[in-house]
DNA sequence: TATCTCTGACCACTTACCTCA
DNA sequence: TTTGAGGTAAGTGGTCAGAGA
């Protein structure tokens, strides 16, 4: 019996996988083939898993002795896009006017905010006729008010607001009297909780939708295109380390799996050594699996099977055994992935 | 119609800065 | 007060697709 795994892109050569939701955007593929290398005349005929084969059928191929080899098949694919909520378009609570945009006049160069004259940045902050930004413009001047304190922020989240934001403006203000350009910034809360919830609304941007939300948010467009790129690769490690784990999961199970069918595989042998003629009954009464104790529904003749070989209408068992607890496990989960083990845990997109 | 060039979007990788324990 | 680790904004270079010549 032979495990193989591999990670890279989803492999071509299971084509039983209907993974055709999936493959919309490249993404993490995984194979994981579990090859039972034992139904060869002779005990050292081995076969990897990585044969193409004709995986048509899944359900149907268990039930035949000959497919005793088959790899059972673990296709790990990029997860279905996060389940989207409804954008509270406009209606965040930090979105209220607190009445004093008066105190909100920058104080020096903020580097929260859009510069004047930057707005060209990559051009596309030029407005177009067909541009929807106008029309819902936050304010985020409001944050600007001086006299916030950094450790109030346990106490009032709004004051600690107001002073992340002084701090930021304060920043840049001497860096601005050091005549050295800030090189980064940082994004304030609600900047961030906003770009999170048009992230979960749509992780790509169309250059309309990078334009209204640059506006919005009185940044550049190439600051909300680099956030949603950064956000994209955070949101694709996370994925990749659930994954990890999960394989990782699945390899302990197909590990202990190999090691108790072994084990199986010996037993047997010892006793068809030390009991010749035991092999020779009616093959219906031989291919029990002594783990999932299921009958195979054959009807060779032992001594027919022994003239062929006497392992495969164990390896059909064991075959069976591993396609049997892959669909067990399973049941009941997403189309276009495969999991024939515990389902990982898939709340990595936040 | 095929080919080439340009442009924009995206990605992987990396750097540099900031925050916090 | 210092320092190292982790998070993240931003830079860089490569690939790819679509538009236009």
Not at 140 to 157: M, N, V
Not at 283 to 288: G, R
Request: with cysteine; charged share 25%.
């Amino acid at each position: 019996m032979e495990l193989g795994l591999s990670l890279g892109e989803a492999p071509k050569a299971f084509a039983f996988m209907d993974r055709s939701a999936a493959t919309g955007s490249k993404g993490l593929g995984f194979c994981m083939g579990l090859g039972v290398g034992l139904g060869r005349r002779e005990e050292g005929a081995e076969r990897g898993f990585g044969e193409e084969r004709d995986c048509g059928d899944e359900g149907t191929e268990r039930e035949g002795r000959g497919s005793v080899e088959r790899p059972v098949q673990l296709d790990l694919l990029p997860l279905a896009p996060v389940p989207r909520q409804p954008h509270p378009q406009m209606g965040f609570a930090w979105q209220v006017d607190h009445g004093n945009s008066e105190a909100s006049t920058t104080r020096g160069f903020d580097v929260n905010q859009l510069p004047l004259g930057d707005e060209i940045d990559d051009g596309a902050a030029i407005s177009s006729p067909n541009s929807t930004v106008s029309s819902f413009q936050m304010d985020f001047s409001i944050y600007k008010r001086g006299g916030a304190a950094a450790h109030r922020k346990d106490s009032d989240p709004a004051a600690a607001n107001d002073a992340e934001m002084e701090r930021a403006s304060s920043r840049a203000s001497d860096e601005e009297e050091n005549g050295l350009t800030r090189k980064k910034l940082r994004l304030s809360k609600e900047q961030s909780a906003f770009l999170e919830e048009s992230f979960k609304e749509h992780n790509t941007l169309n250059p309309k939708q990078k334009l209204a939300l640059a506006k919005q948010l009185n940044l550049r467009p190439r600051q909300v295109e680099v956030w949603f790129q950064n956000r994209r690769a955070r949101t694709k490690l996370k994925q990749t380390e659930v994954d990890c784990e999960y394989l990782k999961r699945c390899c302990e199970t197909l590990t202990e799996e190999n090691r108790r069918l072994q084990k199986e595989l010996q037993e047997l042998r010892a006793l068809k050594t030390a009991h010749p003629f035991y092999m020779q009954l009616p093959a219906t009464t031989l291919t029990m699996c002594p783990s999932c104790e299921r009958v195979a529904t054959t009807t060779t003749t032992a001594a027919a099977a022994a003239a062929t070989t006497a392992v495969p209408p164990v390896v059909g068992a064991v075959a069976q055994t591993a396609a049997d607890s892959a669909a067990k496990a399973s049941s009941g989960l997403p189309k276009n992935r495969f999991y024939p083990f515990p389902q990982p845990h898939q709340s990595a997109a936040s």
